[in-house]
């Protein structure tokens, strides 16, 4: 088949990669300072390393922190000020099991190689550690240098494309200036004011993503500035926000909170319009010169809901859906290689 050549690739030369980080991206740490007080290092230890029964011993004191120890760092005399004896005494300490847990969670980012706070990486369900594999700065500099290789007509076919979800999960016109204050003039994510910016650099973004065929509306639009639209991109909410984000998000928009919190599924009312023949098939003709995309749609739907709306077409050819086939057999062949994740069993 005629393939399209696929966007700007960025490709990578002299990448530098530290063999202490080379399958780390999903392993987690705890990061605390050593107990003992005259002592600096400041430790990092493997989660799954780590027991409800545990020895620590820093590497620089040889302090041993252990599960059931405490540390002490002061006496005390619990003194009542109107009649003299001391009611209590004690120390005060803090327990290594409470101090463990406590501790912040960091990983390895896979491209500058430097360990960091979860809080530095985006979500990322799929992934063991539940956080992407490139921290939050490499994802910014990457996506800075991709958008700016990006053709004009590659524009045109990203706009193209763009119409076509629009077209499926039909979009109709929004009230922006209803969003705009709804959101307090201001990108949801970073809060900065865009009361007087212009229209390009404030974009609606499409809450639940477009690529699942959710409409954008009124209801389903979110204000954030042009950084933030491009970096939460086609991701699913809880992918892209924090908990208490999302909470909030759920409040601005009326999307019940547990479909944002949720994983990604597709548009119940999109999905129900690809059963119907004529409508498939006149879909498959409109964007005809967009065969991979719909293909990969297509895939996508018959992955996560194990439904194939070629099977509704009466015009496509075999050819199609063999093409459409070994596409989908290459993309799981691939993530079975690179995850866990379960083959649905669809062929
Ligand atoms: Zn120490
Ligand atoms: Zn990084
Ligand atoms: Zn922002």
């Not at 050549?5 to 999903?26: C, F, L, S, W």
């Not at 004690?90 to 101090?99: M, R, V």
Request: proline residues 4%.
């Amino acid at each position: 088949m005629a393939r399209r050549k696929p966007y700007t690739i960025v490709k990578k030369e002299n990448q530098i990669r530290a063999a202490h980080v080379r399958g780390m991206g999903d392993i987690v740490f705890k990061g605390f300072q050593c107990l003992n007080s005259a002592c600096r290092e400041f430790i990092f230890v493997r989660q799954d390393e780590l027991g409800d029964d545990f020895e620590l011993v820093c590497p620089s004191c040889k302090l041993a922190m252990r599960s059931g120890d405490e540390t002490q760092f002061y006496e005390y005399k619990l003194i009542d000020q109107r009649d003299d004896p001391i009611t209590e005494e004690g120390s005060f300490s803090i327990l290594h099991n409470e101090y463990i847990a406590e501790a912040q969670e960091y990983k390895y980012c896979i491209i500058c190689n430097t360990i960091k706070p979860f809080a530095l990486f985006d979500h990322h369900r799929s992934r063991k550690s539940g956080r992407q594999g490139e921290c939050r700065l490499c994802k910014k500099i990457y996506n800075s240098i991709k958008n700016k290789t990006r053709l004009t007509d590659q524009h045109r076919e990203a706009a193209q494309k763009r119409r076509m979800y629009l077209d499926i999960s039909v979009s109709t016109k929004i009230n922006s200036e209803e969003t705009y204050k709804r959101f307090g003039y201001r990108c949801f994510k970073c809060q900065k004011n865009l009361r007087k910016a212009g229209a390009k650099e404030r974009p609606l973004d499409h809450t639940l993503p477009v690529v699942y065929l959710w409409p954008l509306t009124t209801e389903n639009a979110t204000l954030l500035c042009r950084e933030h639209n491009s970096e939460k991109s086609n991701q699913w909410p809880s992918d892209y926000y924090s908990d208490d984000e999302l909470k909030k998000l759920a409040i601005l928009t009326g999307i019940p909170y547990d479909t944002l919190a949720g994983p990604a599924h597709y548009n119940p009312i999109a999905i129900e319009r690809l059963k119907t023949t004529e409508q498939v098939d006149s879909l498959l003709t409109k964007y005809s010169a967009y065969m991979p995309e719909i293909i990969k749609l297509r895939n996508r739907i018959l992955e996560r809901e194990c439904f194939d709306f070629f099977a509704h077409s009466k015009d496509i050819s075999p050819a199609w859906i063999r093409c459409a086939n070994q596409e989908y057999q290459r993309v799981i062949s691939q993530q079975v290689g690179a995850s866990t994740k379960p083959d649905t069993g669809a062929t």
